[in-house]
């Protein structure tokens, strides 16, 4: 697999339990999400919204998006630009509202083989990383075609709408 800018990113790594208050901080749930994003993992990383380029990959550990069930955590990433999470666990509905939100969330029990700052390429329907940085590929657990579909559309919403619309 040959890294290409569709599938490249810059790998942003973090550690286990990132919570949904550290992505989406309850202090500017009143306000618009856009604005939320700008805070978007700022008490661990105060650079990272500020810094974050549209193709980036989030690394996480363990349980990464526990907590509430506030989508705007999955939602703030895909404003900044974020192409994917990588984890080796997620808080299920963080996973679930990542891909209805349109954003990609990979298993993958290796992220510790990732550094900040390593540029992935990612195919999640093979399930595999590619770290071409380090000339390493790593497994991921494969992501299901419906799934995929779901992200290529945009989310869920946009891609019922396209069923809809095909099925009249």
């Avoid at 309850?26 to 805070?39: D, I, Q, R």
């Avoid at 661990?44 to 526990?66: E, H, L, Q, R, W």
């Avoid at 349109?102 to 083989?113: F, I, N, R, T």
Wanted: charged share 20%; net charge negative; glycine share 14%.
């Amino acid at each position: 697999m040959t890294g290409t800018a569709e599938n490249t990113g810059r790998a942003w790594v973090y550690g286990d339990n990132v919570d949904t208050d550290l992505l989406a901080p309850g202090a500017y749930m009143k306000g618009p999400v856009e604005t939320m994003a700008t805070h978007c993992l700022e008490a661990i990383d105060p650079d990272f919204a500020t810094s974050a380029t549209a193709g980036d990959i989030v690394v996480g550990g363990k349980n990464f998006g526990m907590g509430s069930s506030r989508e705007q955590a999955a939602q703030v990433l895909g404003i900044l630009g974020i192409r994917a999470v990588v984890a080796k666990s997620f808080g299920g509905i963080f996973y679930r509202n990542a891909f209805n939100l349109g954003l990609l969330a990979l298993v993958c029990p290796d992220v510790d083989k990732i550094a900040s700052g390593d540029a992935l390429s990612i195919d999640p329907a093979a399930g595999k990383i590619e770290n071409l940085t380090q000339g390493t590929v790593i497994a991921t657990e494969p992501v299901p075609d419906h799934l995929l579909n779901i992200v290529g559309a945009g989310g869920l919403v946009p891609y019922l709408e396209k069923k809809i619309k095909g099925a009249a």
